[in-house]
């Protein structure tokens, strides 16, 4: 009987264990199952799961051909965000290079093509944090800045952009990014109000008042840049809208 007890608790401890290991932040939806790419699609000859984090992956041989995403679904369509906050955990692999980024209020194209709003992902010194739009304005705000972007009726498809203030020094939040190992990474998007934090840092605040620009909705999803042969793994990906 004693035998019987302690195994029922053994297999009790093991589900309790199991389920805490799933758990997120009160508010918070997971969108990765740590297994597979259920919730997600992509091009399945640069995306998988490998030690539990989703991980795309380049080489000579299976070259990116273009910049490409993995998009998460809600069912058989397109997730799309608004106002919220994501928090998730990324790290490039042992490349020399890397480039990736995360985006958010995007607009999904054919082939897993995405354009819009990206916190920015690289191996290199400069970029990681900063706001980046792919496809359209490009670099939007530089890693460690407060900005306001505006209409440009000189420029209108680039915007006016007007530094209000700073998050801190780039160079100083570099040094807490860890080169090949794990780095935490939160967005924040409410309203025209973007940020972005790297490992508790703030490294981005921007203000986007270019309406004719400004998205306030759109997909999620995750980067492989087209170059040198890389890889990038993303793990914990959780979600809370903001109302």
């Given at each position: ?6 195994r ?14 799933q ?11 740590g ?5 997600w ?11 539990g ?12 051909q ?40 995007s ?79 939160a ?17 981005v ?23 040198q ?15």
């Amino acid at each position: 009987m004693k035998h019987k007890l302690g195994r029922a608790a053994f297999v009790l401890g093991l589900v309790l264990c199991t389920v805490r290991a799933q758990e997120v932040e009160p508010g918070f939806t997971s969108l990765f199952n740590g297994k597979d790419l259920i919730g997600w699609a992509g091009r399945t000859n640069h995306w998988s799961v490998q030690d539990g984090a989703i991980t795309g992956s380049t080489t000579k041989e299976n070259p990116a051909q273009g910049n490409n995403f993995l998009i998460a679904r809600d069912g058989d369509k397109d997730l799309v965000v608004g106002d919220f906050e994501l928090r998730l955990s990324f790290r490039f692999g042992t490349n020399a290079w890397g480039n990736s980024g995360i985006q958010y209020r995007s607009t999904a194209f054919e082939n897993f093509v995405v354009r819009g709003y990206q916190a920015d992902l690289e191996t290199g010194p400069t970029h990681t944090g900063g706001l980046y739009e792919e496809g359209g304005r490009g670099i939007l705000c530089k890693r460690g800045d407060k900005i306001i972007v505006r209409e440009n009726s000189a420029k209108p498809k680039k915007g006016a952009v007007e530094v209000v203030g700073s998050c801190g020094d780039s160079k100083a939040i570099q040094a807490t990014i860890k080169a090949s190992d794990w780095n935490d990474i939160a967005i924040i998007a409410k309203g025209n109000h973007l940020q972005h934090f790297i490992n508790g840092k703030q490294t981005v605040d921007v203000v986007d008042e270019q309406a004719s620009k400004a998205a306030k909705s759109g997909v999620l999803a995750l980067q492989i840049h087209a170059g040198q042969p890389m890889q990038i793994q993303f793990k914990n990906v959780r979600i809370k809208p903001l109302n």
